[in-house]
C-alpha cells in the first residue's frame, strides 16, 4: 500500500454522509490501480434503476457483498447500509458505484478534505473535463481483439508495432511526431504517419482514466469507462502493445438502431476518434428518461438545469402547417404545405422549380422560417455559374491580418460550412436549420457540391474534406430547399443524381397554389380582378407551359399606379416573350400586349340580348 496519497472521501447522494477510502498503487487484475474502503463507511441503501445496465460488474459485486453479510444495516447511520470489513476494490470508480449504486467516475468523485480529486493525485491524469473516444479492435491485422481480449480482460488496446520502448505517458504531440517519423520512416507512408502521431498522442496523452471509450464488434456498439493509466508492453504479435483498462458495461447496442449523429461520428475512418461532441447521446443510450432523471438525483443535480442525456435525444420534428400560415403565403389549401413539409422531413432536400414569377424564393423563405422557429435559423445563398466549392463549403482566400497588414491565403468556411457548425452545437441539434439555394441549377451542382454529393443522401455518413482534411457529416437538423427557373430550360439538364437526392415540386401558373394566387392576393388587397384577368388570358396564349407567367410581377403597388400596370407590361413581361419568341417573326405586341388582351377579354363577355325594335 502506498502511503503518499491523502484520505479520499465520498459524498454519498441525497445529503447522504461521506464515506473515507483509501488509494493504492496495487494494479487490480486488468492494470486498474486498487481502492480500499475500510469497516463502518456508509453505503447507500437503493440503487438507481439503470445500475445493473450502466456497471453490471459492479451491480453484481454489490449484491454479493450484501449477501456475503460484507455491507450489512447501520447503526449509525439509521436507514443506511455500511461496510462490515475492509473492502478491496478493483479501482476507484467501481468502489464509487458500489457505495453510490449508481454509475460513477471515481476519479471525480472521490475527493480530498479541501476537494481536490483523486486524479489530480495520478500520473498521467490531467485537468479538464473527461472525454468520450472510439477505438477501433474488431478488425486489427485480421483479429477481432474486441472479443478476444478487450470485453474478457476489460481492456482496450492499441496497435503500435514499430514504436519503440519507454514511450512516457503524456508526451506532447510534437515528441510524439518525431518518435513516428524515427520509427515508423519506411514502414508507413506520409498520411498514414500523420494519422498514426494523431492516434498514438490520443491514447498516450488526451486519454485519462474517467473517460468513456467506445467499440464497434459484430454489429453492436461496446461502450466502457477506462480506469486507469496507458502501459506499452512486448506482446508477441505487436497488435495491442499500448495498452488501457477498462470496465466495459454488458451487452452492447445495435449499430443499426443508433441516433444518426452518432452513426456519422462512428462512421469516421480512423482507428481513434473523439466522439464527445455526442457524449450525451451515449450517455442516454438503453435508459428511459426517467432512469436518466433517477440518476441526476443520484448525484444531487441541480433541478432546474437541463439534463443532457434528455436534451440531447430531444425530437427533431418539423412543425404541421396550420391554417394560419396558408392564410398568410396566400395558399390555396393547407394540405398543400403539408405535403411539402413531409417531402422536406423524408428527403431533406427539396426544390420548388417553375416559370419566373411564381414566388418561388418567397415561399421557400417564409415555409423555412416557419419550419425552424425563425430567421436566425435559415441561411439565403444564390447560384451562379462561377460559383463554386470553395464559395460554398470551404477553401483558402487571402485575407488580410489586421496586425501586420499583410495578405495571406487562410481556410475559410462558407455558407453551408457556416450553417452546418451552428446546426450541430449542443443546445441546436434538435432545432431545424434552413439552407435557401435560389438559382440551384444555374451553377454546375457536381462541382459546387463536391464530396459533399455523397452526404446529401446517405446523412449517417461522414467524408474527409478536401480542404481542411477534417471528417465531416450534415446534421439531422440541416435541411436544403433549392429554387429553379424553368424558362432557361435547365431543368432538362439535371442529372439523374440531383434528381434522386432532392425532391421536385412544381410552382406553375397552371397549377395551385400558383394559379390563383393572384386573385387571392387582389382579394386581400381590396382592389378589382382585371390584372389576373389579363394574366389569365396571357397565360393562355403561351403555349409553352414553363415560359408562362408568374403573378408576383404584378403583386406590386407599382402596378395600380396611374400608367403602372402599363409599364410594368411593356418593360417586365413583353421583354420575356420577345426573348422566347426570338427569331420566330411574332408580333409580339398584337399577340402579348394589353390592348389585344383587353379587346379579348371584352369579345368573351356575354352580350346583352338586342332589343326589339
Known sequence: MADDYPAFRLRLPNGGPKARGRHTDEMGTNGSRKFVVGPGQPVRPDVVPSFSIRVASAHKLREQLIADGRIKQSQTWPGWLETADEIIFNSSSEAAAVLTGRSANGWVEWKTEDGRPLGDFMP??????????????????????????????????????????????????????????????????????????????????????????????????????????????????????????????????????????????????????????????????????????????????????????????????????????????????????????????????????????????????????????????????QFHPSYTYEDFFEGFRPQEDPETRQVAFRLAAGPLRELADLASLEGNRHIPHFLIIDEINRANLAKVFGELYFLLEYRNRSVRLTYSGDDFALPPNVFVIGTMNTADRSIALVDAAMRRRFAFVELSPRLEPTSGLLRRWLESQGKGFEPADLLDALNSRIEDRDFRIGPSYLMKEGAFRDGGLERIWRTKILPLLEEHHYGEDIDIEKRYGLAALRQSLRQSLPQPPEQPA
Open 124 to 381: 498521467g491524469v490531467w485537468w479538464g473535463p473527461n472525454r468520450t473516444w472510439l477505438v477501433r479492435g474488431s478488425n486489427v491485422a485480421g483479429l477481432d481483439l474486441v472479443q478476444r481480449l478487450w470485453l474478457p480482460e476489460g481492456r482496450v488496446t492499441l496497435a503500435a508495432s514499430r514504436l519503440r520502448q519507454g514511450v512516457a505517458q503524456g508526451a506532447s504531440k510534437d515528441s510524439m511526431r518525431t518518435l513516428v517519423q524515427e520509427d515508423y520512416e519506411s514502414a508507413a507512408t506520409y498520411s498514414q504517419k500523420q494519422d498514426l502521431v494523431e492516434e498514438l498522442h490520443a491514447f498516450l496523452s488526451r486519454m485519462k482514466p474517467g473517460d468513456t471509450v467506445c467499440t464497434i464488434s459484430g454489429g453492436r456498439l461496446y461502450i466502457g469507462e477506462i480506469t486507469g493509466e496507458a502501459e506499452q508492453t512486448e506482446s508477441e504479435d505487436r497488435r495491442s502493445n499500448l495498452r488501457r483498462p477498462v470496465t466495459w458495461q454488458g451487452g452492447g447496442y445495435a449499430y443499426e438502431e443508433l441516433p444518426e449523429e452518432l452513426q456519422q461520428k462512428l462512421s469516421v475512418q480512423h482507428d481513434v476518434v473523439d466522439l464527445t461532441t455526442v457524449q450525451a447521446v451515449i450517455d442516454g443510450l438503453g435508459l428511459t428518461d426517467e432512469e436518466l432523471a433517477d440518476e441526476a438525483e443520484a448525484i444531487d443535480h441541480d433541478p432546474t438545469a437541463e439534463i443532457r442525456a434528455i436534451t440531447a435525444r430531444r425530437e427533431l420534428e418539423l412543425p404541421e402547417p396550420t391554417d394560419e400560415l396558408a392564410e398568410r403565403l396566400l395558399v390555396h389549401k393547407t394540405d398543400w404545405l403539408r405535403e411539402v413539409r413531409d417531402l422536406l422531413w423524408d428527403e431533406r432536400q427539396l426544390v420548388l422549380y417553375g416559370p419566373p414569377g411564381t414566388g418561388k424564393t418567397y415561399l421557400a423563405l417564409k415555409l423555412a422560417e416557419f419550419l425552424g422557429g425563425g430567421p436566425e435559423q435559415v441561411k439565403l445563398v
